[in-house]
């Protein structure tokens, strides 16, 4: 199957949520799955398609300085997982970012003193893709959600963009 990778529009956000409905050891609170939906909206996004023009994964991004730039949320389809389409993601981000100015990416997801083998895929996807762990709070989210802070230079050249 081909995969297009392009910015968000409106019209894919029934699409997201789709995909959040598929991944619910992540995304198992209706009211934060909301608030990223609703942050797609407004923040700069990008989804990769299927052939059939179904939303197979998505980021978002959220700005909160002019030094930085965080993934708010991605996800990848269920049925499309270790085919790349994370990678292309992250990669769209990092262009995105860079061209904004942004000297770091920043993700926080949940931490190994909360250890779920879940999570751990995340986090070993995160450090594939080139963001390095740089604390865990264990207050941020209360103390049975460990956060995890992972940053990313964009300073150099990233060896995982693509050719
Ligand atoms: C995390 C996620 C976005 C990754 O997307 P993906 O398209 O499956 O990832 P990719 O195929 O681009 O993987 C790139 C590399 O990351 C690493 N990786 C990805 N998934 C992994 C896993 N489950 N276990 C170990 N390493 C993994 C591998 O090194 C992989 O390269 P390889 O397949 O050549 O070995 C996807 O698995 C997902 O949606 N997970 C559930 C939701 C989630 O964790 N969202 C993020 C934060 S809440």
Avoid at 3 to 25: K, S, Y
Wanted: with cysteine.
């Amino acid at each position: 199957m081909t995969f297009t990778l392009r910015p968000l529009q409106p019209d894919d956000i029934a699409g997201c949520a789709r995909v959040l409905a598929g991944l619910p050891e992540w995304f198992g609170r209706p009211e934060t799955n909301a608030a990223y939906l609703d942050g797609l909206r407004s923040a700069p996004a990008f989804a990769v398609v299927d052939g059939n023009r179904q939303i197979a994964g998505f980021v978002g991004l959220r700005a909160h300085d002019p030094g930085s730039m965080e993934i708010d949320v991605m996800a990848v389809r269920r049925d499309l997982h270790r085919l790349g389409i994370g990678r292309r993601l992250v990669t769209a981000a990092i262009d995105h970012a860079r061209h904004a100015g942004a000297r770091w990416l920043h993700v926080k997801t949940r931490g190994p003193s909360t250890f779920d083998e879940d999570y751990e895929s995340t986090r070993r996807f995160y450090r594939s893709v080139g963001f390095d762990p740089l604390y865990e709070s264990q207050t941020e989210w209360g103390p049975d959600d460990a956060a995890l802070v992972m940053v990313m230079s964009l300073d150099k050249e990233s060896s995982n963009d693509e050719p």
